[in-house]
């Protein structure tokens, strides 16, 4: 089975069921796939999405003192919804319109590091203003910035960020 790369989607957001059904709908149920850039490879969503906890994993590694509020502080940590932690460790797990892996990354990054979350409250990532804002997918610099492919693609997140890789390494393929 091989694949061709037609299009850099970009951001999908709370559109995210939406832009599949039209891919479904162009393409046909199962004739296309998201895959991600990485140097002069084309690699699959799972092991992309291993390189965004790495990148957790290595701004916690590189700032101890951030781990260390983070484990203090929160309970549990979320994106949108509170529900967002019943997703655990499971990046497949969805309940919200729009995807949130940044939230599951920061759980495996912690446990990855030998640390439980030991605080009294659950922590909002990325929202504007919350406490957890920091570690925002879309602040947090990725840890290797020269594999995040040209020209990037522009949205809410800074460049070079965690975000930055996620939607600018992003290509749809379909079936050849």
């Not at 879309?138 to 997140?157: E, Q, R």
Request: charged share 25%.
């Amino acid at each position: 089975m091989e694949w061709r790369t037609v299009e850099r989607p970009g951001y999908f957001g709370k559109k995210r069921d939406e832009i599949t059904e039209n891919f479904n709908r162009k393409y046909g149920l199962g004739n296309w796939r998201l895959a991600y850039l990485w140097g002069k490879l084309v690699i699959e969503r799972e092991f992309a999405l291993q390189i965004y906890e790495d990148a957790y994993y290595m701004h916690f590694f590189f700032n101890p003192n951030v781990l260390a509020w983070l484990i203090g502080t929160a309970s549990e940590v979320y994106d949108t919804a509170p529900s967002n932690v019943a997703s655990g460790f499971n990046y497949d797990l969805q309940e919200t319109p729009n995807n949130h892996i940044h939230d599951i990354s920061i759980r495996r990054a912690v446990a990855r590091h030998g640390f439980k979350f030991m605080g009294n409250h659950p922590v909002e990532i990325r929202g504007n203003g919350s406490e957890g804002k920091r570690l925002s997918p879309g602040i947090v610099p990725f840890h290797a910035d020269s594999l995040i492919h040209c020209p990037p693609i522009a949205g809410w997140w800074r460049p070079d960020s965690i975000e930055d890789f996620y939607q600018s390494n992003k290509v749809l393929q379909v079936r050849l």
